[in-house]
């Protein structure tokens, strides 16, 4: 088993878990990492501003991210 951290990240605020999770492989984790984003996304959706983006990583033991979901809301034009 492996450890890994979540960190969201919004603007200019990001924060990495201090606890970490345990996962048998890179495959359950990323399958954990969309679940948590599925539960998320549809609150954070609504109240994202204009030219923000949102961002949710999965990190290894050393901190350093392996996966990424971002959720980006930009004006064209």
């Not at 603007?11 to 969309?34: H, I, K």
């Not at 994202?48 to 004006?75: T, Y």
Request: glycine share 6%.
């Amino acid at each position: 088993m492996s450890l890994y951290f979540f960190r969201i990240s919004h603007g200019r605020y990001s924060g990495a878990a201090d606890q970490p999770y345990e996962f048998v492989n890179r495959e359950s984790a990323w399958t954990e990492l969309t679940a948590v984003c599925a539960d998320l996304i549809g609150g954070i959706s609504r109240t994202l501003q204009e030219d923000a983006e949102w961002r949710m990583e999965l990190l290894d033991e050393a901190k350093q991210p392996i996966f990424r979901i971002r959720l980006v809301a930009e004006s064209i034009g």
